[in-house]
């Protein structure tokens, strides 16, 4: 497999992953199925798949994806606890207790893997009740993970069975009630007890409300009457979305915690020890991504330690097919315009602007974003500003002033102007070659000059 198609798999697992973490699942997929494209050998794209179909509700599929993760990986616990999570909602309990096992097996203390086997437990509980689809129960569960809770409760579970059954009488599916009157009653227990009404909805595949706030809904016991309504209240501030599931490698946690700390002693300007922990970053995770490499480039350039930035930098982006062996993501294009960039500031700090414009386009074409533009914007403007500094000498000035003197008394005004342009360039503070250039244009007619 060629080192090109590993780097496009990786840039479309990286826009995978931000698709997930922003809940567009159906993006994910699609970004992943690309991944897997260009890389079918990879577990982790698999994985990743399996758990946007599962955050679709499309179980097949991630029970599918998932069932190749771990083939490709049999000794990656995550695997299991895709293909345990997928089993569960379709109903294979045996198939999912195995899966959980095998997991667990590999990580005891993975509390995916735990969570995931108590609700396989709970799952298996309220399929051993009558005329409860699971189906439906399982898809309201992912909107409100209390259902679950709901049928441990057996007094309520029983009513909300037995009104079930009523319901099945009546349309003539199942056995006719015996009293209307009864099931009349049934259904007013139901609309007073907003945890029966919940599981009700639930087990008919119902849009399910929100939850009340109030100890009626928290848990009252079935049959019990509703109290008064209180009085209104400010609206509740909306609820924060869970945190998206961390898919970094272990390696990758601990590079990740010695960079923050980088960070901190890098806003602090203790330099020396940011440094070190940048270093303990790369080592953290084997040399496999280039951005701690960016890092540490940062605080060389303030440190002004330009060569060896540049020196360092352009090492790393040589080793980008050793660093993409070991992670695909280490070396994106992204990354690599990270590090042009920063070669691009050490040459601009150093006065050399034709260079800095240089490594600015190596970086725009490797990743043409806002900060790109702006480094190559800024440079151009410091470069036109240093080249008329540079410019300035006031004894050229002169000696341009005395030049256009002797052609402005010889009435040669065209050249005396020419001159006078020299003298305010050379010394654009200089008053006086202002205002003689300004009687040379008025010899010239030229008044609004």
């Not at 070669?343 to 800095?356: L, N, P, S």
Request: hydrophobic letters at 35%.
């Amino acid at each position: 497999m060629s080192s090109e198609s590993l780097q496009k798999a990786a840039e479309f697992k990286a826009l995978g992953n931000e698709a997930f973490t922003a809940k567009r699942f159906e993006e994910g997929a699609e970004q992943f199925s690309k991944a897997i494209e260009h890389n079918p050998k990879d577990h982790v794209f698999w994985s990743n798949r399996s758990a946007c179909y599962a955050s679709l509700g499309n179980y097949e599929k991630a029970l599918k994806d998932a069932e190749e993760c771990v083939r490709l990986k049999p000794d990656w616990a995550k695997g299991y606890s895709r293909k345990g999570q997928a089993e569960t909602h379709l109903g294979k309990f045996d198939d999912a207790e195995a899966s959980y096992k095998k997991g667990l097996e590999l990580a005891p203390q993975d509390k995916a893997l735990s969570d995931g086997q108590a609700a396989l437990q709970q799952a298996k509980k309220a399929a051993s009740e009558p005329a409860f689809d699971m189906g439906n129960i399982m898809a309201a569960a992912q909107q409100d993970p209390s259902i679950l809770e709901l049928l441990q409760d057996k007094k309520l579970v029983a009513l909300v069975g037995q009104v079930q059954k009523m319901m099945a009488g009546a349309r003539g599916d199942g056995p006719a009630p015996q009293d209307q009157a009864q099931m009349q009653v049934m259904m007013q227990v139901l609309q007073q007890d907003p945890r029966a009404m919940r599981l009700f909805m639930a087990t008919q595949g119902m849009a399910m409300p929100e939850r009340p706030d109030g100890p009626d809904g928290a848990g009252s016991p079935a049959g019990a009457a509703r109290p008064e309504p209180a009085k209104p209240t400010p609206k509740a501030e909306p609820k924060k979305a869970p945190e998206p599931e961390d898919l970094r490698t272990d390696a990758q946690k601990k590079a990740d915690a010695h960079k923050e700390e980088g960070n901190k002693l890098y806003k602090a300007r203790n330099f020396d020890e940011a440094l070190k922990c940048y270093d303990a970053a790369i080592e953290a995770c084997d040399d496999s991504d280039m951005i701690y490499y960016s890092n540490k480039a940062a605080v060389m350039i303030e440190m002004k330690k330009f060569d060896e930035c540049i020196k360092m930098c352009m090492d790393v982006v040589e080793r980008k097919g050793e660093i993409m062996e070991k992670n695909r993501e280490g070396a994106s294009f992204e990354k690599i315009g990270k590090l042009f960039l920063r070669v691009g500031t050490c040459h601009e700090r150093k006065k050399d602007f034709d260079k800095a414009l240089e490594f600015y386009g190596k970086a725009k074409a490797e990743n043409n974003d806002k900060h790109v533009r702006n480094a190559i914007r800024d440079c151009e403007s410091a470069k036109a500003k240093h080249e008329k500094e540079a410019y300035i000498n006031p004894e050229k000035a002169e000696e341009e002033n005395e030049k256009a003197k002797g052609h402005f008394q010889k009435q040669e005004y065209v050249e005396a102007k020419k001159c006078y342009d020299e003298a305010v360039k050379r010394n654009p503070s200089e008053a006086k070659f202002w205002a003689n250039r300004a009687a040379a244009l008025m010899k010239l007619c030229a008044y609004p000059d």
